[in-house]
């Protein structure tokens, strides 16, 4: 039987899980001039086009400073409704199967948003997103640059919709703003059953270190970018040995670094590190996370065997239930040799 073709039409309808997906970085130009429109939100910019120029960096810092004043235009529940259904449609068609998604609550809540219209208004997105053929969650952020205060309060805020959220995570500007700094809070969100994960970015200031108390200290399940790992092959090893996936991101990581880390990504894959392949912020980078694919597989060269073996870590990554991991392991098997079959005739 014939090796199906490597195309940009089954990398996209290849199943897959997406795993480091922030809801405010879909927020395409389109539906912010909406929201801005809905609820008299003055963003400067009275068109598309304009408010598409506004999307310019060239750094993390510079991305930061526009994508958090964009947020301004979500007040309503109904808005963070809109929003993640937006996503959610745009990731069917890119054959996502399974999604845990990030959002930032301090970042609304900071404004005087209440933070159940956030949570309420994304979680029912997450149960809708199901019509679409999309196992959904969601998992609740806190903004590192902010004190660690902040965010042991949000998370108490957030407790009594817990069953909303499956985990919490870390984002935001890194220098100085250690995995140590949260310990207190991400202890308390895992005596109360929640996953975790942090993101540790690439090429940051004292990225080994943030990696390695993510591991050691912390515990983490997961790590969110995390490829400066290579450099320490004493954290590869305890990396493979807690089973830790990470949440890559390649086209993101060309707008901020002058490097996509395809060969970082490739050589941690082959070690046996379970890497996985993301969109990021996608309303942003230009990419969702077929495109992401599309430009890994472009990039370092890869053939079907390791761009299927990048699909099946992101279910294996997942916070699913180990049935359901294998349920969507052996849709990807049926796929490829549905496109094998059709190869072949």
């Known amino acids: 039987m014939a090796a199906p073709a490597l195309t940009a039409e089954f990398l996209t309808g290849l199943p897959k899980c997406e795993l480091h997906l922030h809801l405010e970085g879909t927020l395409e130009p ?46 309503e529940e109904q808005d963070f409704y809109d929003l993640a259904h937006e996503y959610f449609v745009r990731a069917a068609a890119d054959g996502v199967r399974r999604v845990e998604a990030f959002f930032d609550p301090q970042a609304h809540t900071a404004r005087g948003v209440p933070i159940e219209n956030v949570i309420l208004g994304y979680h029912r997105a ?41 985990g919490v995570g870390l984002d935001s500007d890194e220098r100085d703003n250690p995995p140590a700094k949260f310990a207190e809070v991400f202890a308390l969100a895992r005596a109360e059953g929640l996953k975790l994960t942090m993101h540790c970015d690439i090429d940051q200031v004292g990225s080994i270190n943030n990696i390695r108390q993510a591991l ?19 954290l590869v090893a305890l990396l493979l040995e807690s089973n830790v996936g990470l949440t890559c991101c390649p086209v993101s990581n060309s707008f901020v670094t002058a490097d996509m880390k395809a060969t970082e990504m490739v050589d941690l894959l082959r070690m046996g590190v379970k890497v996985t392949l993301n969109s990021d912020d ?16 472009e990039k370092a060269q890869l053939g079907v065997d390791e761009m299927v073996l990048l ?31 059709a190869a072949s005739a």
């Open 216 to 234: 050691e200290e912390i515990g983490v399940d997961r790590i969110d970018h995390g490829t400066n790992i290579v450099e320490n092959p004493a």
């Open 126 to 166: 997450t149960v809708d997103a199901a019509q679409l053929g999309v196992s959904a969650e969601l998992i609740l952020c806190f903004l590192r640059d902010m004190p660690a205060a902040s965010a042991l309060s949000t998370l108490t805020a957030a407790l009594p919709y817990k069953d909303r959220f499956i």
């Open 282 to 297: 996608p309303a942003y980078f230009g990419s969702y996370i077929a495109g992401n694919y599309i430009a890994l597989a």
């Open 30 to 75: 389109e539906l912010k001039l909406a929201l801005a429109t809905r609820n008299g939100v003055d963003i400067g910019q009275s068109t598309v086009e304009e408010v598409r120029a506004t999307y310019s960096f060239d750094s993390l810092a510079s991305f930061l400073n526009v994508y958090y004043p964009a947020m301004n235009v979500l007040v």
């Open 311 to 341: 699909a099946k870590n992101s279910f294996d990554a997942s916070w699913l239930p180990d049935e359901d991991k294998q349920r969507y392991i052996a849709e990807i098997d049926a796929y490829v040799t549905a496109a094998s079959t």
